[in-house]
């Protein structure tokens, strides 16, 4: 059978991000929680634009070799979002507030999420991440807190039967110093990860609603 490495990483980013390249050890429980939440929503408030570099790495079981892809992300308030992969492939996803929009080289598709309750979950996880409101979702995930001397590590393990069919939990990396997601991590049930990691990132440049119009 001959596997398809573009539909293996846009599969991916429907089943979202994960990392597994961190050594745990390093992480301790943070003791004061609060405190974290606080400072981490008054940044998430000024942060009003995200643009960075991403480079993506997907570890499939079946595959001997890890797939790699680059691009570029950028977010603005309100749940504004694009994402597009650069290499090896030509591809976009861009989120504007409740519409989809992909585009596959010559290929165009566009979907509510109002009536897709798929791409809503995705968008709420998304944007959830990205602005820290995630973190106060305790109805549908169990939240863990730990922290080393570079990053503050969030995991997320969700309690509905329906989240944990295709997911074992999600982990977020927070920098320290502007509290901006460096990292996102998913791990599926079958062991299967995606490295997301966020590089060159520059917060409140200014970004022209152009770049999220379809």
Do not use: H
Request: aromatic share 16%.
């Amino acid at each position: 059978m001959k596997i398809n490495n573009k539909n293996i990483v846009i599969f991916s980013f429907f089943i979202l991000f994960s990392f597994s390249a961190i050594s745990q050890s390093s992480y301790k429980t943070i003791k004061d929680i609060s405190a974290f939440k606080s400072k981490l929503a008054e940044m998430t408030k000024k942060t009003n634009t995200i643009e960075s570099k991403f480079i993506q790495e997907k570890n499939l079981s079946f595959l001997s070799e890890i797939i790699i892809s680059k691009g570029l992300f950028y977010y603005k308030k309100e749940n504004k979002i694009r994402w597009q992969y650069t290499e090896p492939f030509d591809y976009m996803i861009i989120i504007n507030n409740d519409k989809i929009f992909i585009k596959d080289e010559d290929k165009e598709s566009k979907y509510d999420m109002k009536s897709n309750k798929v791409f809503k979950e995705i968008n709420n996880i998304i944007a959830g991440c990205v602005q820290g409101e995630i973190l106060n979702n305790d109805k549908d995930y169990k939240i863990e807190y730990f922290e080393s001397s570079k990053f503050y590590y969030v995991k997320l393990t969700p309690y509905s039967k329906q989240m944990r069919e295709f997911l074992s939990n999600i982990e977020i990396y927070f920098n320290k110093v502007d509290y901006s997601v460096s990292i996102l991590k998913i791990f599926e049930l079958s062991g299967d990860y995606t490295k997301m990691e966020f590089i060159n990132k520059k917060l409140n440049q200014k970004i022209p609603d152009e770049k999220f119009s379809f």
